[in-house]
């Protein structure tokens, strides 16, 4: 149990698909982020949310849209796709945003495996 | 801007034998330094850290890195290895930006 819950855990789609993946913390943190983790690449940080606003935004295409309802949940939508985009998506959540301090280490969830045919 | 540098993409190792996983960062100031392990289909999780203080840091799973600042390393290590540290080990960087820059991991195998 992570704490940090994404699902699905694998997904394949058409390029002219509309998905949505879907991540829950149970930690009480204030702070999500969404990464992609393709092979051989470091993780990008995609989007980062405090207290449920947009505080980041990494020159991501708009055929990613993330969402946060609320503190505890983040999706991200998907809409036409490229088989670029195929790789290990990652939500993690920290206690505020200062990544470095020492009470605040980035908690992940187990990613969900996205597929684009 | 900050980068890291992981030199070994896939280290393989026998069981019990010691290992090192090498990190290189680069920066001008002040940096926090981070590893992180990831186990076969599953997310990340924090090995050890470096705020300040000791430069020598011990982790979870037997762990430990040492920060050499004139080095600018953090190399992780173990003195004797399980087959169940097979895994994929990530060194991250952060400076006063609160950015987290990832390398792009090193493969450890551990063979029997």
């Known amino acids: 149990e992570t704490g940090v819950t994404q699902t699905p855990r694998h997904l394949v789609m058409g390029m002219t698909n509309k998905k949505s993946l879907k991540c829950e913390q149970h930690?009480?943190?204030?702070?999500m982020y969404w990464y992609k983790q393709s092979a051989k690449k470091p993780l990008e940080l995609m989007f980062v949310?405090?207290?449920?606003?947009?505080?980041e935004n990494n020159s991501v295409p708009s055929r990613f849209s993330p969402e946060c309802p609320n503190s505890s949940h983040l999706f991200l939508h998907l809409h036409t796709l490229q088989p670029e985009d195929s790789a290990l998506y990652l939500c993690?959540?920290?206690?505020?945003?200062?990544?470095?301090?020492?009470?605040?280490?980035?908690?992940f969830g187990n990613g969900t495996r996205l597929t684009v045919t | 801007a900050q980068s890291v540098t992981q030199l070994d993409s896939q280290v393989p190792v026998f069981e019990e034998a010691p290992v090192e996983l090498r990190c290189n960062y680069s920066?001008?100031?002040?940096?926090?330094l981070f590893w992180y392990v990831q186990y076969p289909n599953q997310g990340l999780q924090l090995l050890l850290k470096?705020?300040?203080?000791?430069?020598l840091v011990k982790g979870i799973n037997g762990f430990e890195a040492e920060f050499n600042k004139s080095q600018t390393s953090f190399h992780l290590r173990k003195p004797s290895v399980h087959i169940s540290d097979t895994a994929e080990y990530f060194c991250?960087?952060?400076?006063?930006?609160?950015?987290?820059?990832f390398g792009t991991g090193t493969r450890l195998q551990v063979f029997p």
């Open positions: 993690a959540s920290s206690q505020d945003l200062e990544q470095s301090s020492y009470n605040s280490p980035l908690h």
């Open positions: 930690l009480g943190h204030n702070a």
């Open positions: 949310y405090s207290l449920e606003e947009r505080v």
């Open positions: 920066s001008s100031v002040s940096v926090y």
């Open positions: 470096y705020l300040s203080g000791s430069t």
């Open positions: 991250a960087v952060s400076d006063n930006t609160d950015k987290l820059i």
